[in-house]
């Protein structure tokens, strides 16, 4: 009992340990880590990650996996910025709205049907890269810098980017959705056991609508940012942010398999990730290896593999504990 | 929730005529299930008589093809679990339905939280879950995921979620199968509680001393139907167990089956011998002997032990008590391997799920547990395969195209037959046979029946589960009856007939006179 108990706060806590020992490795190598510049630059650039890696911790937490975060934000970027002339209102409506959008295919081929997640959004995830590209006409699409769009990705609200403002605030609502709603509870039910939820009597084909909804919605708002804070709509930009997602989402020790999770140690999942490859570009700028943006991707690689089979093992255990 | 006048309560349930098929083959044919208020209604029938069905018809799981269902005197129709559960009818699953991951608490809750302020009040719910399980006098950490505990606790959560619903009528699926008799006691008390506040129980099982002890009707179900309702104290448990089996108790028939007689003279030394098994709650005290060449019958209800006796003589699972011989050595299998080293082979109940591959050839399959042996250092050897395979087509009459022909396209009792030649090629000494002709059609069945007899002639030793008490009875050479995980019985061949079979399962002693219900 003890053992499980120990076993779960690890699985629960242990990447806010890694942060924190992550972090002070950076403060004290690296002269500028903790500068001003570097932290809020950090929260801006890793804002965008931390939306989409919300909506997917949700969709995790189910059982389900949305695959296609990464195609649905350059979507979401290229409408955004297409809308951008006419004010940020009007932005970030087209740029969430087809982030929406996405997310409602998605939820109908899951719950209406029945398709696999991973089939269902696979399929949405090539769509949606599609129709940036159409949309955008083959090449990025520059935003209005007159109506004030820019603010959102590149704006501070007071000295803090409002970016990660927004960010902060969508976790605060995602965790009291999670712990304080019916909907939050049945979401981690149905993750747990799907057939025993709906026999419990909960509304598991109306949840995981939402859940998929949401995602999109958040990949959307991602999009929005990127947009924003790199002046252009990018059709092609995206790829492979679904892997930081969930490499981030079960970082923060939420079971891939679902029925098991937290919104806030997802955040301190994409943290961890977002400081570790800040922590290679410092290790680049100091000369001593020289690591060109390839070996980034295989030095990102091999962490997530690494992270998947700690968890992999570690839940092992916990179910064995139970 | 007022107490009824004295006399007939009301009628709470009504379900008249239902039907319902799935892909054609009935489940249900003409099921009716009347049940009153503040009663609790015994739900009794062999595996795959319709009881689950029904059940779940009534609870919005399937939707039933034809029939009524009146409840509280008006149309009853729901289409999930959740709106009969907001109707006033709460169920609780043979299997633990809830989510072991979660807290204790949000099992309870989960479907009727409380709020505070729109949002979940926690503590309220903690306090709610608490409330609920005391009265099963279980005092355990709400907070805790509900996996860490044992599964009599789970069961009693399920039935804690369940009352939690102010709910009418409670249905429970075999809620004490996990359960050991002092839980069974705390159940009991909980269900005699209900009963005093006006709620109906339905209460499903195959122990039928519980059912004596606490149910006030009894609906027996038999292939889809209802065949019998009566008050439980006017129903002896000999009739119950005949209605079930659909048995006339009276009437002896004349061989229904194709073992045929046996000449027993070659049959020789006892091979195997257990005593005392027991693992849990489904296998308690369990000896037989087998002997070579000898067919042995396992007979007995559902849930009596007989599936799970087989599991731990194949090394599946691990008894806790008892000790094993196989040809007069201790025999100790750490699992299935062991077991098969030993001279054993299992052809389980569950042919799709745990035997045949249906994609795999006829020859894959047949070969499947032989490959180290027709391989040759790691390449197999097509000509010793064919040999094997064709040899076992023919001495076993397996109607297929080829040996290439996939097995999925085969009749059940060629898939059966193909499972067993599997075992065979084996060359076993013992062969563990569940439900040999289960699914099978009657043609079939008389084929796979003669090839087990001959195959005891030839010296194997079979050990034959079956519920069909005509196959034990005229196919078995010595019949072991199980009631409740114990041996109770033990009837050589001739001096078998159903009458003492069927009193056994009942009362759990083979005397037919002073017997009392």
Redesign the interface.
Same mark, same amino acid.
């Given at each position: 009992?003890n053992r499980?108990r120990l076993v779960?706060i690890i699985g629960t806590y242990g990447v806010l340990i890694a942060l924190a020992a992550l972090i002070l490795f950076g403060f004290l190598r690296y002269d500028r880590f903790l500068s001003f510049y570097n932290v809020m630059s950090l929260l801006r650039y890793n804002s965008m990650f931390a939306l989409v890696a919300l909506g997917m911790c949700f969709v995790i937490m189910t059982g389900g996996i949305d695959l296609s975060v990464g195609s649905v934000a350059a979507l979401g970027s290229v409408a955004s910025a297409l809308a951008s002339p006419y004010g940020i209102v009007p932005g970030l409506a087209a740029g969430i709205g087809a982030g929406l959008a996405a997310g409602l295919i998605n939820a109908t081929l899951v719950t209406r049907a029945n398709l696999m997640p991973f089939i269902a959004t696979l399929a949405t995830m090539q769509a949606a890269s599609g129709s940036a590209l159409l949309l955008a006409g083959n090449q990025t699409v520059s935003v209005s810098y007159e109506s004030g769009f820019t603010a959102i990705g590149q704006g501070n609200f007071w000295t803090f980017p409002i970016p990660a403002a927004i960010a902060v605030v969508a976790y605060l609502i995602g965790s #009291?959705v999670l712990?304080?709603?019916?909907t939050g !509870?049945?979401v /981690?039910?149905i993750?747990?056991?799907e057939?025993?939820? !709906? /026999?419990?009597? /909960? !509304?598991t084909d109306r949840v995981k609508f939402l859940v998929y909804v949401a995602s999109g919605g958040l990949a959307g708002l991602a999009g929005v940012i990127l947009a924003s804070q790199f002046g252009a709509g990018q059709p092609i930009e995206g790829v492979g942010w679904e892997l930081f997602a969930i490499a981030a989402v079960v970082v923060g020790g939420t #079971?891939l398999t679902g029925?098991?999770g937290s919104v806030v140690t997802t955040l301190a999942g994409v943290l961890l990730l977002g400081i570790l490859f800040n922590v290679l570009n410092f290790e680049n700028g100091m000369g001593w290896i020289s690591l060109s943006a390839y070996w980034q991707s295989v030095i990102r690689g091999l962490f997530l593999l690494v992270v998947v089979l700690l968890q992999a093992r570690l839940t092992r255990r916990r #179910?064995n504990? /139970? | 929730m007022t107490r009824p006048p004295d006399g007939p309560s009301p009628l709470l349930l009504d379900m008249r005529d239902i039907q319902k098929r799935f892909a054609g083959i009935p489940a249900l044919a003409d099921a009716s299930l009347c049940v009153r208020s503040g009663e609790v209604h015994a739900l009794i029938g062999q595996n795959g008589a319709g009881k689950s069905t029904l059940i779940k018809v009534l609870t919005g799981y399937h939707r039933k093809d034809a029939g009524q269902v009146l409840f509280e005197g008006e149309p009853f129709e729901v289409h999930s679990p959740h709106q009969a559960q907001v109707n006033g009818i709460s169920t609780i699953y043979q299997e633990i339905n809830l989510v072991p991951l979660r807290s204790v608490t949000e099992n309870i809750c989960l479907g009727r939280e409380q709020r505070r302020y729109g949002l979940l009040d926690w503590n309220a719910m903690h306090a709610e879950a608490e409330r609920l399980l005391s009265r099963f006098a279980i005092g355990i950490d709400v907070r805790r995921p509900l996996g860490e505990f044992n599964t009599a606790t789970q069961q009693m959560v399920a039935i804690a979620r369940a009352i939690g619903f102010s709910a009418r009528l409670v249905i429970m699926d075999e809620p004490t199968s996990s359960l050991d008799e002092r839980e069974v006691g705390v159940l009991f008390s909980v269900i005699h509680q209900l009963k005093a506040e006006g709620v109906s129980v339905i209460f499903v099982s195959h122990k039928l001393d519980e059912l004596y002890e606490v149910c006030d009707q009894v609906t027996i179900m038999r292939d889809g139907r209802t065949v019998r309702t009566a008050a439980m104290k006017e129903i002896g448990k000999l009739e119950l167990v005949a209605a079930m089996l659909g048995r006339d108790v009276a009437a002896v028939e004349g061989h229904a089956t194709a073992f045929g007689e046996r000449d027993r003279s070659r049959i020789a030394d006892v091979m195997f011998s257990a005593r005392g098994l027991g693992a849990g709650q489904a296998v308690r005290n369990v000896s037989f002997d087998l002997r070579r060449g000898e067919i042995a019958g396992f007979a007995g209800l559902l849930g009596a032990g007989r599936t799970e006796t087989a599991r731990l003589v194949f090394g599946a699972d691990r008894p806790s008590s008892g000790q094993m011989t196989m040809e007069g050595a201790a025999y100790h299998p750490d699992r299935p391997a062991d077991a098969i080293a030993a001279g054993m082979g299992f052809c389980t109940e569950d042919r799709k799920g745990e035997g045949i591959v249906p994609e795999m050839t006829v020859a894959e399959n047949l070969t499947l547990a032989l490959l180290p042996k027709i391989s040759r250092n790691g390449v197999l050897d097509d000509s010793r395969q064919r040999e094997i395979v064709e040899r076992f087509i023919r001495e076993l009459g397996i109607k297929c195209s080829g040996p290439n022909q996939k097995v999925r396209e085969l009749s059940g009792g060629n898939q059966q037959k193909v499972l067993l030649a599997r075992w065979l090629a084996m060359n076993p000494k013992l062969l563990i046979l569940d439900e040999p002709t289960r699914g099978i059609d009657v043609g079939a069945k008389g084929e796979i029946q003669r090839l087990i007899r001959r195959l005891a002639d030839q010296g194997l030793g079979v050990l034959m589960i079956s519920s069909e008490l005509e196959e034990v009875i005229e196919g078995a050479d010595r019949i072991f009856v199980l009631r409740d995980g114990v041996s109770v019985t033990e009837l050589e061949a001739e001096a078998a007939n159903e009458e003492k079979v069927l009193t056994a399962m009942a009362h759990g002693t083979s005397a037919s006179s002073g017997a009392t219900t």
């Open positions: 009992m499980a779960r #009291l712990n304080y709603t019916g !509870r049945a /981690l039910a993750g747990g056991g057939d025993a939820s !709906r /026999l419990m009597g /909960l !509304r #079971l029925g098991s #179910l504990a /139970l | -």
